[in-house]
């Protein structure tokens, strides 16, 4: 049983590190678009959040008990 529950929370851990990435590339949360930057330096049309990559690739994820 706790290797069904090992492979099962892998599958989610999975899925939703691929899902959160998937919202910088759609620049949303889950469906919900992020604010447009207000800044004047910003370039139009450019990316939210995305910079240099560096917060994208900051997340992470670790599985921990049950």
Do not use: C, H, Y
Not at 29 to 46: C, D, H, I, V, Y
Request: net charge positive; glycine share 10%; proline share 2%.
């Amino acid at each position: 049983m706790d290797r069904l529950v090992n492979n099962i929370l892998r599958d989610v851990q999975v899925e939703l590190r691929d899902e959160f990435d998937r919202n910088f590339s759609r620049q949303g949360f889950f469906g919900e678009q992020w604010a447009r930057r207000k800044s004047p330096l910003a370039k139009a049309g450019s990316a939210i959040l995305t910079g240099t990559g560096a917060l994208r690739r900051s997340i992470t994820s670790r599985i921990s008990g049950n």
